[in-house]
C-alpha cells in the first residue's frame, strides 16, 4: 500500500510508465538483499549487472558484495511483485535489467525461461504502464501456460499503447491458446511496430484471424511469420490478402511455409497492390512441385514471379531455397528489367549454374534497373552446360534468333517470348519482321495467332494458354539495324559488324554496377567453383575492357588463366589489346597454355571466315567462334537480301553455313535453317562456312614475286602445317591472288585434308577465276574434287568460264547441286545442245535408271521445273567456235556473285586443259609432237598442207601422222593395248572434233596447245619443287631420288621417290615426259 502510493517519475517519452523512484520496502527475508545497482545515479552495465545478480548454488540471489552498502536500493510496486512471484513459484530473479527497473525493454532472448519465470515477469508487467519490447526470441520450453499470462498483460490499455516489439520467435510449445490472445491483443490496437511469431506453430483456424488482426492493425510495420505453418490451400490467399491489405506494413517474412502455384501467384498479386511493402522474404517456400501433366515441372515461384513486373515499391527481396533454376532466373530477370527501386537481391541455396547467373548478371548490369547487390551463396551448382541440346529452349540475349516452341501455360516459356518482344523493341522492327513461320494451337485446334500488345505500363501480355512455333529473325534485325539508314555498313566489312553488332547487343557494365559487380566476385575468393561459374556467366553477354580483366586478375591471382582464357573474347579484339592482355601472366607457362586453348578464337579471322571448323562449345573460346560464325551467317544472308543475289545455298535457306553437324548428327534433320538453331552451350559443333564475299572490280593482286616470297617461308617454316595454315588464314583478308599464284600454293601441301583447307581459304580471294581451270587441274583424284565442292559449295565450285571436260554427279534433292544441274542445261542450250552433253543420264529416287529415249530435257533448264529428286550425271564438252561467252559471264554474275565482268573478253581467259581429262592417246600424241615441233600450230600445217582449207579430216591425219612417222599407235605385239592402230586414231579425232562436224578446226585443234601449257607448267612445277626441296643443283636432286645408286629409275621407283619428298602433281605424267625413249626408265 505504501509502495502503491509512493509518486512515480515519467518515462524516456515523457509518459509515466511506472518506473521512477518510491518507497523503500524490506526485501522477502528469504531471497537476501539486492545490492545498489546504480553507480552515481546511472544504471550499471549490462556485464555489472549479469555478475551481481547470477544466482547462487542454492537457488538464492548472491550475498552483497564485501564493502557493499547493504541498504537496500529503491523497491518499486513492479520489482515487488516480481521478486513476490519469484518467492511464490521459488524461482530465483532473472538478472535482466527489466526486472530491475532499469529498462522498459525485456530482453529475454535464448534464456530458455519456464513458464513460471515468465507468469513472474507477467505479475511485475502487472503494475507498469511503460514497456516498450519484449524479446522471448529461442525460448522453447514456454508454453501457452506463461505466454497467454503475458500477453494478456501486454493487452492493457497503458502497456500496449507503449509496446513497440513484441518477439516471440522460437517459442516452439507456444499454442492456439497463445495465438489468440495475440489476435485479442492485435484487435485491442496500439502501437506496436515488429511482430515476430516465427517458428511458432499457428493453427490453422488461427491463420486467418492473425493474418486479419495483422492487417488491421493501424502500426504494425515488421511482421515475421517464417516457420509458422501456412500450407498451399485457399485459406492461405485469404491470409495473405488479409496480411497484404496493410497500409503500414513495410517489412514481411513469410518464409520457410509451404505454397504451391496458385499461392504464389496470389502473392504476387496482394505483393503489387501493397505499395507500402519494402522488404519481402519468402525463403523455402516453393517445398511443393506443380505438376501438369506427363512429369512437367513448373516451379512455383516462378507464378510469384511473373507478378513482380508489376511492382514499383520492394527494395528489398529474398528468394534463397526455393530451387530457382536458371529458368526461374530468367523469368525474374524479365520481370524486374524495368524495376527501379529494388536495391537487394538474395538468391543464396538456388541451383541457378551458369545460365542463372548469367541472368542476374544481366539483371545486375542494366543501368535503368536500381538492383546494386545480390547474395548467390551456394548457387553455383545447376543445370548449366548440359541444358543445351537440339530441343532446347534457350534464350541467348548475344544471338536470340532460331526456333522456340513454347507451351505458354509455362511461365518461363512467357518470358521467353516477352524477351523476343522487348529484343524486337530493341531492333525497332514489327512484329510482321521479326517473327515468320509462325504456328498457333489451343486446346488442339490451330488458331491466328495475334501479337500481344503493351499495357499502360509498357508491358507485353501474352497469352498464358496455347502452344505457339515461330522463329526469330535475326536477319531481318541486322537488316535494319546495319543494312539501313545514315550509319550503315559497307556489305562486305564483316569485322566491323561484328565489332558494332556486340557493342549495342552485349552488356556494358556502367560506372555505378560495375562496383558491386566486381564487388561480388572478389568476395568469391577461395570458392573454385563458385569463380569459375561467375566467369563463365560473364563470358557470353557482357563487354568487358582490359581494365575490367587486370582489376579481376589482380583481385584473385590465381584466376588470372581462367580469366583470359573465358574473357578474351569479350575485350576488344585488335592486336593491341590482345597483346596487353598477353602481360597480365606472370610466367611464360601460363601465358602459352592459356593461348593454346584460345587458339581457335585467335586463329578466326572475321574478314575472311571462310573454311572448315570443329568446335567445342564448352570451351569460350570455341564457343565464340561458333557464335560468330552463326552471326556472320545471318549477316551475310542480309547482305544478300539487299543486294537481290540468288539463293545457291546448301538447303535453299539462304545460309552460307554449309555441313551443319552438332555431336555428329545433322541438324538438318530437324531445321530447315541453322539460323533456327540455337547455339547449346556444349557439344561438338562441326561446319563449312562460304562467305559471299567476292573480289571488287579493280582489285589489286600480289606480285609473283612477293608470293613466292610468302610460300617460301612458309614452306621453309618449322612450324606444322597446321600452323603454317592458321598463319596464311590470319593475313588472308589484307591482300588477292591469282589463279596461278593458287596454282603454285596448293603444291606445297602434301596432306590432301591440309591442301583443301588452305585452297578454302583463299578461294574466294581469286580475282580472275576466269582462269581457275589453271589449278583446277591441279585436282586429280574425282573423291578429292567431290569433297572440295560438299564444303566449298557446287554454285561457288561450278566451272562458269571453262567448263569444258567437266564431268558432274548431281544430288537434285539439294538445292545448290539442283542449280548446277539446270546451268549446264542453260549452257548446253545456249551453245549446241545437246551434243555438248555427254554420257547423261538420270537415275530415280527409287534407285531405278530413266532410260531418257528423248534425250535431256530442255525444260531442266529452268530450276523451278527440273526434278526435285534424282540423280542427273553428263560431262560437257564445248567446241571453242560455239562457246557463248556473254552467257557463260551472266551465270558468273548471276550465281557466283563476280563482279567487274564487262569488260572481260575471250582473249582475257588462259584456256586451259589438264592432262588428266584427255584420253591417254591424246597425251601420246602430244609427247610426239612435243619432241619435234616447237608449237602444236607447225603440226597443224603440215598435216593440214600447204594449201589446207583451214580443218583437218579424220583420213588426213591418218596419213599425216603416217607421213610424220609417228609409231605412238602402233600396237606392240604381246602388249595389253586391243585395239587396232585405225581405232586409237579415230578416238583421238571424235576428242578433238566434240562438235561431230567431221573436220577439226584449227581452234578445236587448239586444245593440243592448252594441254601443252600444261605440259610446260607441270614440268616447270616439278623442277621448282626440286629446286626448293634440294638446292640449284638438280644433281642431288636426282641422288636423292635414285635411292639404289643404280643410274636410272623405272615408273615404280619414281613415283615412290617423289611421293616420299611430299611432291603434289601429275607424278606419272611428268615421267611420261622425262621418259622421251619410251624405254620404262629414265
Same mark, same amino acid.
Given at each position: 500500500a505504501a509502495a502503491a502510493a509512493a509518486p512515480r517519475t515519467p518515462s524516456r517519452g515523457g509518459r509515466d510508465c511506472g518506473g521512477g523512484g518510491g518507497n523503500r520496502t524490506s526485501l522477502l527475508s528469504k531471497s537476501g538483499s539486492l545490492p545498489n545497482l546504480t553507480k552515481g545515479g546511472r544504471p550499471a552495465s549490462r556485464a555489472a549487472l549479469d555478475a551481481t545478480l547470477r544466482p547462487n548454488s542454492r537457488g538464492g540471489l548472491p550475498p552483497s558484495p564485501k564493502g557493499l552498502d547493504a541498504s537496500l536500493p529503491p523497491i518499486d510496486t513492479g520489482k515487488k511483485r516480481y521478486l513476490q512471484e519469484c518467492d511464490f513459484r521459488g524461482r530465483s530473479p532473472m538478472p535482466l535489467t527489466f526486472v530491475t527497473g532499469h529498462s522498459t525493454e525485456l530482453e529475454a532472448e535464448g534464456k530458455d525461461l519456464v513458464d513460471s519465470e515468465l507468469q513472474a515477469m507477467a505479475g511485475m508487467i502487472q503494475e507498469m504502464d511503460c514497456v516498450e519490447h519484449v524479446n522471448l526470441f529461442d525460448n522453447a520450453l514456454l508454453t501457452d501456460k506463461g505466454l497467454v499470462h503475458l500477453i494478456r498483460q501486454l493487452t492493457r490499455e497503458q502497456v500496449r499503447s507503449t509496446l513497440q516489439r513484441l518477439n516471440l520467435g522460437r517459442c516452439l510449445k507456444a499454442g492456439s491458446y497463445t495465438i489468440d490472445a495475440v489476435v485479442k491483443m492485435l484487435k485491442a490496437g496500439g502501437a506496436l511496430r515488429q511482430l515476430n511469431l516465427s517458428q511458432v506453430p499457428i493453427p490453422a483456424r488461427f491463420q486467418l484471424p492473425l493474418c486479419e488482426a495483422i492487417g488491421r492493425h493501424g502500426s504494425l510495420e515488421i511482421v515475421n511469420l517464417a516457420e509458422t505453418g501456412f500450407q498451399h490451400h485457399d485459406m492461405t490467399k485469404q491470409c495473405l490478402r488479409a496480411l497484404l491489405s496493410g497500409t503500414k506494413l513495410h517489412t514481411l517474412d513469410i518464409g520457410w511455409n509451404c505454397f504451391n502455384g496458385e499461392v504464389f501467384k496470389a502473392l504476387g498479386g496482394f505483393v503489387v497492390s501493397n505499395t507500402a511493402l519494402r522488404s519481402l522474404r519468402v525463403a523455402n517456400c516453393a517445398a511443393t512441385v506443380d505438376v501438369c501433366s506427363a512429369m512437367d515441372f513448373v516451379p512455383p515461384l516462378s507464378r510469384?514471379?511473373?507478378?513482380?513486373?508489376?511492382?514499383?515499391?520492394?527494395?528489398?527481396?529474398?528468394?534463397?531455397?526455393?530451387?530457382?533454376?536458371?529458368?526461374?532466373?530468367?523469368?525474374?530477370?524479365?520481370?524486374?528489367?524495368?524495376?527501379?527501386?529494388?536495391?537487394?537481391?538474395? =538468391?543464396?541455396?538456388?541451383? %541457378?549454374?551458369?545460365?542463372?547467373? $548469367?541472368?542476374? @548478371? *544481366?539483371? +545486375?548490369?542494366?543501368?535503368?534497373?536500381?538492383?546494386?547487390?545480390?547474395?548467390?551463396?551456394?548457387?553455383?551448382?545447376?543445370?548449366?552446360?548440359?541444358?543445351?541440346?537440339?530441343?532446347?529452349?534457350?534464350?541467348?540475349?548475344?544471338?536470340?534468333?532460331? =526456333?522456340?516452341?513454347?507451351? %505458354?501455360?509455362?511461365?518461363?516459356? $512467357?518470358?521467353? @517470348? *516477352?524477351? +523476343?518482344?522487348?529484343?524486337?523493341?530493341?531492333?525497332?522492327?514489327?512484329?510482321?519482321?521479326?517473327?515468320e513461320k509462325i504456328t498457333f494451337r489451343d486446346k488442339f485446334i490451330d488458331l491466328k495467332y495475334e501479337h500481344p500488345s503493351k499495357n499502360s505500363k509498357g508491358l507485353w501480355e501474352v497469352p498464358e494458354q496455347g502452344d505457339l512455333s515461330l522463329v526469330f529473325c535475326v536477319e531481318r534485325a541486322i537488316f535494319k539495324r546495319f543494312l539501313s539508314g545514315r550509319d550503315r555498313l559497307n556489305g562486305s566489312d564483316n569485322a566491323e559488324f561484328l565489332r558494332r553488332y556486340y557493342r549495342e547487343v552485349r552488356f556494358q557494365p556502367g560506372f555505378k554496377k560495375v562496383i558491386p559487380l566486381m564487388s561480388e566476385y572478389k568476395e568469391l575468393a577461395g570458392d573454385r567453383i563458385g569463380l569459375q561459374v561467375f566467369v563463365s556467366a560473364l563470358s557470353k553477354d557482357f563487354n568487358l575492357t582490359l581494365a575490367h580483366l587486370d582489376h579481376m586478375g589482380e583481385s584473385i591471382p590465381e584466376?588470372?588463366?581462367?580469366?583470359?582464357?573465358?574473357?578474351?573474347?569479350?575485350?576488344?579484339?585488335?592486336?593491341?589489346?590482345?597483346?596487353?592482355?598477353?602481360?597480365?601472366?606472370?610466367?611464360?607457362?601460363?601465358?602459352?597454355?592459356?593461348?593454346?586453348?584460345?587458339?581457335?578464337?585467335?586463329?578466326?579471322?572475321?574478314?575472311?571466315?571462310?573454311?572448315?571448323?570443329?568446335?567445342?562449345?564448352?570451351?569460350?573460346?570455341?564457343?565464340?567462334?561458333?557464335?560468330?560464325?552463326?552471326?556472320?551467317?545471318?549477316?551475310?544472308a542480309a547482305v544478300d537480301h539487299m543486294c537481290e543475289r540468288k539463293d545457291v545455298s546448301q538447303r535453299g535457306n539462304g545460309s552460307h553455313l554449309r555441313n551443319p553437324l552438332y555431336q555428329g548428327h545433322g541438324l538438318g534433320e530437324q531445321y530447315s535453317s541453322v539460323a533456327e538453331w540455337k547455339l547449346p552451350e556444349d557439344g561438338i559443333f562441326e561446319v563449312d562456312f562460304v562467305s559471299n564475299q567476292r573480289p571488287p572490280k579493280g582489285s589489286e593482286v600480289l606480285s609473283d614475286e612477293l608470293w613466292e616470297m610468302i610460300l617460301v617461308v612458309v614452306n621453309n617454316s618449322s612450324c606444322t602445317n597446321e600452323d603454317r595454315i592458321a598463319a596464311l588464314r590470319a593475313i588472308s583478308h589484307q591482300f588477292w591472288i591469282t589463279s596461278s599464284h593458287m596454282r603454285a600454293m596448293i603444291g606445297y601441301f602434301k596432306s590432301e585434308e591440309d591442301r583443301a583447307n588452305v585452297f578454302i581459304i583463299f578461294y574466294l580471294r581469286i580475282v580472275d577465276l576466269h582462269n581457275s581451270k589453271m589449278f583446277r587441274v591441279r585436282f586429280e583424284s574425282a573423291e578429292e574434287i567431290k569433297r572440295l565442292q560438299e564444303r566449298l559449295g557446287y554454285a561457288s565450285w561450278f566451272p562458269f568460264f571453262q567448263p569444258e571436260n567437266a564431268r558432274f554427279e548431281l544430288d537434285l534433292s539439294v538445292n545448290d547441286q539442283r542449280l548446277c544441274a539446270a546451268m549446264f542445261i542453260q549452257l548446253a542450250i545456249k551453245e549446241k545442245f545437246p551434243h555438248n552433253l555427254h554420257d547423261y543420264g538420270y537415275r530415280r529416287a527409287d534407285g531405278t535408271e530413266d532410260p531418257m529415249p528423248l534425250g535431256v530435257p530442255k525444260s531442266w533448264g529452268n530450276e523451278?521445273?527440273?526434278?526435285?529428286?534424282?540423280?542427273?550425271?553428263?560431262?560437257?564438252?564445248?567446241?571453242?567456235?560455239?562457246?557463248?561467252?556473254?552467257?557463260?559471264?551472266?551465270?558468273?554474275?548471276?550465281?557466283?556473285?563476280?563482279?567487274?565482268?564487262?569488260?572481260?573478253?575471250?582473249?582475257?581467259?588462259?584456256?586451259?586443259?589438264?592432262?588428266?581429262?584427255?584420253?591417254?592417246?591424246?597425251?601420246?600424241?602430244?609427247?610426239?609432237?612435243?619432241?619435234?615441233?616447237?608449237?602444236?600450230?607447225?603440226p597443224f600445217r603440215d598435216i593440214d598442207g600447204v594449201d589446207g582449207n583451214g580443218v583437218i579430216t579424220l583420213k588426213e591425219l591418218v596419213e599425216g601422222l603416217e607421213e610424220l612417222g609417228c609409231k605412238k599407235f602402233d600396237t606392240p605385239k604381246g602388249g595389253t593395248e586391243t585395239r587396232t592402230k585405225a581405232q586409237r586414231i579415230d578416238a583421238i579425232f571424235r576428242y578433238l572434233d566434240p562438235g561431230a562436224e567431221g573436220s577439226v578446226s584449227r581452234d578445236e585443234w587448239n586444245i593440243l596447245g592448252q594441254l601443252w601449257k600444261e605440259f610446260d607448267q607441270t614440268i616447270k612445277e616439278f623442277v621448282y619443287f626440286l629446286m626448293l626441296t634440294f638446292g640449284d643443283d638438280l644433281l642431288d636432286a636426282w641422288q636423292a631420288l635414285d635411292a639404289d645408286d643404280s643410274g636410272e629409275m623405272d615408273e615404280q621407283e619414281f613415283l615412290e621417290a617423289v611421293e616420299k619428298i611430299g611432291y603434289f602433281g601429275p607424278a606419272i605424267l611428268v615421267f611420261a615426259l622425262l621418259d622421251s625413249s619410251d624405254d620404262g626408265n629414265i
Open positions: 510469384f514471379l511473373e507478378c513482380l513486373s508489376h511492382d514499383k515499391s520492394l527494395t528489398q527481396l529474398d528468394l534463397s531455397m526455393n530451387r530457382c533454376d536458371f529458368r526461374t532466373a530468367l523469368i525474374l530477370e524479365d520481370s524486374l528489367d524495368t524495376h527501379r527501386k529494388l536495391k537487394e537481391l538474395i =538468391l543464396s541455396n538456388n541451383p %541457378l549454374g551458369i545460365l542463372g547467373m $548469367r541472368s542476374i @548478371l *544481366r539483371l +545486375l548490369s542494366r543501368d535503368h534497373t536500381g538492383l546494386m547487390n545480390f547474395e548467390t551463396e551456394g548457387c553455383y551448382v545447376g543445370e548449366g552446360n548440359e541444358a543445351g541440346g537440339l530441343n532446347a529452349q534457350m534464350f541467348s540475349y548475344t544471338n536470340p534468333g532460331g =526456333l522456340y516452341k513454347l507451351q %505458354l501455360w509455362r511461365p518461363y516459356h $512467357r518470358a521467353l @517470348l *516477352r524477351m +523476343l518482344y522487348k529484343t524486337m523493341e530493341k531492333f525497332e522492327l514489327q512484329p510482321a519482321e521479326a517473327f584466376m588470372v588463366n581462367e580469366v583470359i582464357c573465358k574473357l578474351q573474347p569479350c575485350a576488344p579484339e585488335d592486336m593491341a589489346s590482345k597483346f596487353l592482355a598477353s602481360k597480365f601472366f606472370a610466367k611464360l607457362e601460363a601465358l602459352l597454355g592459356t593461348y593454346r586453348r584460345l587458339q581457335q578464337f585467335l586463329d578466326f579471322n572475321g574478314s575472311n571466315p571462310t573454311g572448315h571448323y570443329k568446335l567445342e562449345l564448352s570451351n569460350n573460346a570455341h564457343y565464340a567462334v561458333a557464335e560468330r560464325l552463326l552471326l556472320l551467317d545471318r549477316w551475310e523451278a521445273v527440273i526434278p526435285k529428286e534424282g540423280k542427273f550425271r553428263a560431262r560437257y564438252m564445248c567446241a571453242p567456235e560455239y562457246r557463248n561467252f556473254a552467257h557463260r559471264k551472266d551465270i558468273a554474275a548471276t550465281y557466283g556473285f563476280l563482279s567487274g565482268l564487262e569488260e572481260l573478253q575471250e582473249e582475257d581467259v588462259q584456256w586451259w586443259t589438264g592432262l588428266q581429262e584427255v584420253p591417254e592417246d591424246v597425251l601420246n600424241l602430244l609427247e610426239f609432237f612435243i619432241s619435234r615441233y616447237d608449237d602444236v600450230e607447225q
